[in-house]
């Protein structure tokens, strides 16, 4: 189990090294020096304090849609959703946000909580569909986030208002903002908020209820064996409703750490881009939940830097979101990276007839 | 010497593993020539590359005495070999005619000559004593009936060499007798047979030579009439088997298990099992003998608590169990190794551990307020695996789906007598197995009859059958048509009762 995860790891270092080399080549392309490119993409990530402050941020809604995707991959299902779930998640805080007066402990907690649900609640929609009628989950949650997205498109015009513009809310009091003082001061005035806290934390939450507990476990059984886990006396259909809801609720804190935390109102006829990038981080992070802290870090480092890289050079910031989509598809296609390992080591192997013979003596399922 | 197929020094590498090495058969010209070895050492791969499904890494195929190459399925069948998959591939909607025709249709100007076809087909099966009409449907016609439109469909592209994947194994013992009379029919009209199987009695009976592989080595080619069964076996497993199972006669106590008037529907939304009774006593082995998908698997699913009872009682020690979910029958005492392991009984990506806590892990000792204690799940592994002789590279924590089949199973067989249970449902246990770990498997399951438990078992295999039950029950088009003492009855009997007919209706 040790080794086989850490060539997993190993293979998704490669996915990024190969990613970063296909970026080169491209920037190479454009006529410009790669080495220059990523030493400004970097360090715009990362040079100081505030970069760095920035970068969380950046990465904090990621790793809550992230972590959406994997838990809910951990268990066999596909949230494809996590779009909606974090948009309603962001609705719910907004709406609690700007209609509650009360002290700042207090209405954050109703805030979060409130996003919490309300992502929740989107999940469980097609978790139900799903456990009650077999109904494929991408379609449904698909289906939940246009209606998502409209949802806000009439809720916000219609109750919250903003000031000058239509096509957004009122500024949230800081009451109701994930952004503290001394966070910001700590960090020379960066956007980073108590929202990557929450994520941090929920990161060791779903590692733990994943590795630790026995609704894990069941829900893991189910996800990888649904008649399994049936014959073994296992509620599939509560197992597949529950994962759901708590995918959904991860993505529902994502809405509030982006709409609460890193921004300050919500926009109509926009779908959250985390939400889908969420799957890239799921990816690239093998599903498990440290492994999306770190991804969602590094594109956030990506997205981030790439202001800066085009600010000092003349390459177009378009090349960070190729890179991280090439990144992608290596990550996706890592199988085909793991082949073109073995076909090496066995061509290494061949010069030594001992090794082979020891390999021979293997002999299982043949048939 | 006339061999229509050789395959000399055959090699045949997948990833990690040597399939087949240095391998060589030959076949005589109107032979039977069985092809004999456990189930993962090599047979299937081999034909197959007779077949031209896969490509050898080294040797040559040589057939009538000239060198082939053969590439693909339509090579093989141009060179006049074919073969009888394990797994028919049959069209269920389409006739008899329009299955064996497909691909290559018979035309008259645009239309498909139909009739034409018929008519051939209706005289090859007529000259090789199929009996098969060659306008049934598909769907309409017997397990057995559709492997003889399998082998007409070989006929009819004017196969010479016919290759059998395991061809009994679907069959009742009449159909089976039916089926060696066709291939001694074919054999007489010239053609010449590989029979692939794991079955002695079978190569005794109708194999001419047989060739034994282990392990994807070549083990040597024998005379099957000089050569014992036992012998054969112990060539085929590398030691000496024995055959039968020992048991002791049995002391039934207590109604463990009653099944009541039990009607369940099937898939097919018809009742799969109907107004079905039958009790099973501690101590004893009850065997459900039947073919395939005459409501075994809707019995086990009712009885386990996956399907729901559509009408009639299940009672354990005395206590209604028809509506109890899953958990709570097993915690009541209910164990079963389910008939596939991959599907039902493990899950594959998790590791040797943590399936053999599938179905207690919710409880102390091995978690405590919802928190897995890994420690007690890491010795109770240990110590079922050290009793129930579970080999694993990685141990404990190695990925279930690393292990051999036959370690698969006997973990299964482990976690169900670990739970020690009041009856053990065992369906197919020793399906796919080689014959040391049927052979282990046979000997737990009669030990827990032994230590007073109830045990039924339900196999398609009527020698697994008619050799561990105390009783048997033979079940057929979802319907009990009769128990019977083991001890007093025999294979026709039971074979005749699978195909419906009830004791004193025949002659």
Redesign the interface.
């Known amino acids: ?1 040790k080794v ?1 995860l850490n060539k997993d790891y190993l293979l998704a270092l490669v996915a990024v090294v190969l990613g970063l080399i296909a970026g080169a080549i491209l920037i190479a392309i454009t006529g410009n020096n790669p080495l220059e490119g990523y030493f400004y993409l970097f360090r715009g990530g990362l040079m100081n304090i505030q970069r760095i402050g920035d970068t969380l941020a950046t990465a904090t809604p990621l790793i809550l849609t992230g972590l959406s995707v994997a838990f809910a991959f951990k268990t066999g299902l596909f949230n494809i959703g996590a779009a909606g779930q974090m948009l309603i998640g962001g609705l719910c805080a907004t709406a609690v946000g700007l209609s509650l007066d009360c002290s700042k402990p207090i209405l954050l907690t109703l805030v979060v909580l409130s996003a919490i649900l309300g992502g929740a609640l989107w999940g469980a929609v097609p978790g139900y569909l799903k456990a009650r009628f077999n109904v494929h989950e991408v379609v449904s949650s698909i289906m939940m986030n246009w209606i998502a997205y409209w949802a806000v498109y009439y809720i916000v015009p219609a109750y919250f208002k903003g000031q000058f513009l239509e096509t957004e809310s009122r500024k949230i009091p800081a009451a109701a903002s994930l952004k503290v003082d001394w966070l910001m001061n700590l960090f020379n005035g960066s956007y980073i908020n108590l929202g990557f806290f929450l994520a941090v934390i929920a990161v060791i939450v779903i590692a733990f209820i994943l590795n ?4 894990g ?2 829900l ?2 189910v996800g ?2 649904r ?9 599939a259909n509560q197992s597949i409703l529950l994962s759901m809801v708590l995918a959904g609720a991860l993505a529902g804190l994502g809405g509030a750490a982006f709409y609460v935390g890193y921004a300050s109102n919500i926009q109509i006829g926009v779908s959250p881009s985390q939400g889908f990038d969420g799957i890239a981080v799921s990816l690239l992070g093998l599903n498990s939940p440290w492994g999306v802290l770190f991804a969602a870090i590094f594109f956030g480092v990506l997205q981030s830097g790439k202001g800066f890289m085009n600010a000092m050079t003349s390459i177009p910031p378009e090349i960070a979101d190729t890179i991280i989509a090439t990144i992608i598809y290596f990550a996706a296609t890592n199988i085909l990276i793991e082949r073109a390992w ?1 076909r090496l080591r066995k061509r290494k192997n061949k010069g030594s007839a001992l090794k082979k013979d020891l ?2 003596d ?6 | 010497m006339d061999y229509v197929v050789e395959m000399l020094n055959i090699r045949k590498e997948f990833p990690g593993i040597v399939a087949n090495d240095d391998i060589t058969i030959q076949l005589k010209q109107g032979e039977i020539l069985a092809l004999l070895g456990e189930n993962g050492a090599g047979k299937s791969t081999l034909m197959s590359i007779l077949f031209g499904l896969y490509q050898p890494e080294g040797g040559t195929i040589k057939i009538r005495g000239r060198q082939a190459k053969i590439t693909d399925p339509n090579i093989a069948n141009e060179l006049g070999i074919g073969m009888v998959h394990q797994h028919f591939k049959l069209v269920h909607n389409f006739t008899v005619t329009e299955n064996i025709i497909l691909g290559l249709e018979p035309k008259r100007g645009i239309v498909i000559d139909i009739r034409s076809a018929a008519k051939r087909i209706g005289e090859l099966s007529e000259k090789y004593g199929l009996n098969v009409d060659p306008y049934a449907k598909i769907e309409d016609v017997s397990v057995g009936m559709q492997q003889r439109v399998e082998i007409l469909k070989m006929l009819y592209r004017n196969a010479e060499v016919l290759i059998f994947d395991e061809p009994t194994s679907v069959l009742t013992p009449q159909e089976i007798q039916d089926l060696m009379k066709i291939m001694r029919n074919l054999m007489n009209e010239g053609k010449s047979i590989v029979l692939i199987t794991h079955k002695l009695k079978e190569i005794k009976a109708i194999a001419d030579r047989c060739t034994v592989i282990r392990r994807g080595k070549l083990i040597g080619t024998v005379d099957v009439a000089s050569t014992s069964e036992a012998k054969m076996a112990e060539m085929m497993v590398g030691r000496e088997v024995s055959f039968s199972v020992e048991k002791g006669p049995s002391c039934p106590g207590e109604v463990i298990l009653r099944i009541e008037n039990l009607s369940v529907i099937n898939n097919r939304k018809l009742k799969g099992l109907r107004n079905f009774s039958l009790e099973v006593r501690s101590g004893e082995i009850v065997g459900i003998a039947g073919v395939e998908g005459n409501g075994q698997m809707e019995l086990v699913e009712a009885l386990i608590g996956l399907r729901k009872v559509e009408s009639g009682k299940l009672y354990l020690r005395e206590r209604d169990i028809t509506e109890t979910p899953v958990r709570n029958r097993i915690e009541a005492g209910i164990a079963s190794i389910p008939e596939d392991r991959h599907k039902n009984g493990l899950v594959l990506d998790f590791t040797v551990e943590d399936n053999l806590v599938l179905k207690s892990l919710h409880q102390a000792p091995y978690s405590k307020n919802g928190l897995l204690n890994r420690n007690v799940i890491h010795q109770h592994a240990e110590k079922v695996m050290a009793d129930f002789d579970v080999r694993a590279g990685e141990g404990p924590a190695a990925i279930a789906r690393s292990l051999s089949g036959g370690n698969q199973q006997k973990a299964i067989v482990g976690r169900e007598i670990d739970l020690n249970p009041e009856i053990l449902i065992a369906v197919q246990p020793t399906r796919g197995l080689d014959v040391g770990a049927i052979e282990y498997i046979h000997k737990r399951i009669v030990e827990q009859r032994d230590q007073g438990k109830a045990v039924l078992l339900i196999s398609l295999e009527l020698d697994e059958i008619l050799d561990l039950s105390d009783r048997i029950a033979v079940i057929s088009n979802g319907e009990l048509i009769d128990i019977v003492e083991a001890a007093v009855t025999n294979e026709n009997e039971v074979g005749l009762m699978m195909a419906g007919v009830k004791r004193g209706e025949h002659r």
Not at chain 1, 362 to 367: D, I, N, P, Q, T
């Open positions: 189990m086989k630790k507990t026995t609704f476990y069941e893991k059984a990888y064996n008649f399994a886990a049936e014959s073994a006396g296992i509620i073995e390999k021979v293997k002999v299982g399922g043949a048939e």
